[in-house]
């Protein structure tokens, strides 16, 4: 896996534009199953980072938890967000099920399917972007202690 590097600040300039577009953007596996760990989780990776080559975006950070994957992405103004997550998702569950399908086949029975069909998506505006990368880079690490109810 790559170690991604990217700048968090600055402005990105086109044509026309000066801009400095950044999304958090999180995807759930279908029925919450915990799918994303193993040889799976590192090829669900590397398939987002050829589908960010081919595109007009960039991955400043991702990481997965064990039902759902966390991205923060810049974009350029011509991308809209839904042309993003409709991308990333066809090219995902397209890719993931050509290598794991027996594997798969256990999980959804019925159809082809790999993340529920919604996804959360903020701006990274009103936080900080090192703020964003922290709390991505943070998921899936901290096991809090159960707390019995009797004391």
């Known amino acids: 896996m790559k170690k991604n ?58 990481k997965t938890d064990k039902d759902h994957i966390h ?15 409709n991308r990333l998702k066809s090219m995902t569950t397209f890719h993931i099920w050509q290598k794991y399908k027996p594997f798969l086949k256990q999980h959804f029975w019925r159809e082809n399917t790999f993340w529920t069909d919604g996804y959360f998506v903020c701006s990274v505006g009103e936080a900080s972007p090192e703020t964003i990368r922290k709390y991505i880079q943070n998921q899936g690490w901290l096991v ?6 009797n004391g």
């Open 144 to 149: 809090l202690p159960r707390i019995h109810p």
């Open 71 to 85: 991205l923060m992405i810049q974009y350029i103004p011509r991308v809209s967000i839904s042309s993003i997550v």
């Open 5 to 62: 590097n990217r700048k968090l600040h600055g402005y990105q300039t086109t044509n026309r534009a000066k801009h400095n577009l950044k999304i958090h953007l999180i995807f759930v596996c279908k029925y919450w199953k915990k799918l994303l760990y193993g040889e799976l989780n590192d090829f669900l990776k590397e398939v987002i980072f050829d589908v960010e080559e081919k595109s007009d975006f960039e991955i400043i950070e991702v």
